[in-house]
């Protein structure tokens, strides 16, 4: 397994404005992340719109994503099934497309002993790491920390992508449970960046359009300037929470991507909610508030 820490940028899924996948539109996506100096991607998670991409696209956009990175930084894969049998093909297509990691989405309303045979089983079908989607909002499956570490301390799954709140305590009983033997990703659009660092998170798994930001503050926390990340951290939460707004957060992200020129179109396939006039507006005007701007090209300052 290789040694992953850092901002893991996950990307939307480009469509055109009919519909289509856009892999133009990723291929500059990926450029971009990279000029930023993101440590890895993750493709096709809740955000990536997996579930709404056939098997086709799905392997084109990793096809897409492992080309365009050429090793520079991992690339993680999104996986959610109904079962384990759907789980362990998604995976092994990632694999065999290149993916160095699957993030993989709990089976819905399934009880300890059967997510425990779930991961294990995924993690044994696949050479590549395999991490727990820990998200019960979206896949409504709550995953215990004693779970988390008795799959560290006893099979291969050894990463998991944090974002049930409160996540400060959660993280804290994982790192007393079973230490180091877990890698934790936080999540939730950053909003939480800094209290996950703190607690003992390696860095996040997250979509936030501005990932300069989230770059910066990891940063100044690896280099143990804590005053000085709370500053950055403070000073963009507010960009932060508005863009992780449930139900339009996709919207936001997509829409703040295509106004930066990286992506041609902010389509969602549906179901999915869009957003109006006036939450544009109210998006620019915290953009600017920040200090950032949505019409400058390529990577940006952070103060």
Request: proline share 5%; aromatic share 8%; glycine share 10%.
């Amino acid at each position: 397994m290789k040694k992953i820490a850092g901002v893991i940028a996950i990307c939307p899924t480009p469509f055109t404005p009919q519909g289509e996948v856009d892999l133009d539109s990723l291929a500059r996506l990926v450029d971009f992340q990279l000029e930023a100096g993101i440590h890895g991607l993750a493709i096709l998670g809740f955000l990536g719109e997996l579930h709404k991409l056939t098997s086709f696209e799905r392997r084109r956009v990793v096809e897409t994503v492992v080309a365009r990175t050429r090793g520079a930084v991992p690339v993680w894969v999104g996986v959610r099934a109904f079962g384990t049998a759907g789980a362990i093909e998604q995976s092994r297509s990632a694999e065999s497309l290149g993916a160095d990691g699957v993030f993989v989405a709990p089976l819905a309303g399934a009880c300890d002993a059967a997510l425990f045979d779930y991961y294990q089983q995924i993690a044994e079908s696949v050479a590549i790491p395999v991490a727990i989607h820990d998200f019960p909002d979206s896949f409504g499956t709550t995953i215990a920390p004693e779970l988390i570490a008795r799959l560290a301390q006893q099979t291969a799954v050894r990463v998991v992508k944090l974002e049930e709140p409160p996540v400060g305590p959660k993280i804290s009983r994982i790192r007393e449970l079973a230490g180091d033997a877990v890698s934790i990703f936080g999540g939730l659009g950053g909003v939480y960046f800094l209290e996950e660092l703190q607690r003992g998170a390696i860095g996040t798994m997250t979509g936030f359009a501005f990932p300069e930001v989230l770059l910066r503050i990891y940063a100044l926390h690896a280099a143990q300037q804590q005053a000085q990340a709370a500053a950055v951290f403070d000073r963009y939460c507010p960009l932060l929470r508005y863009e992780f707004q449930p139900g339009i957060g996709l919207a936001l992200r997509k829409h703040v991507y295509m106004q930066r020129k990286i992506i041609a179109s902010d389509f969602i396939r549906a179901p999915g909610a869009a957003i109006d006039d006036l939450t544009r507006r109210e998006l620019a005007a915290v953009v600017q508030r920040v200090g950032l701007a949505l019409d400058r090209p390529g990577v940006q300052s952070v103060a």
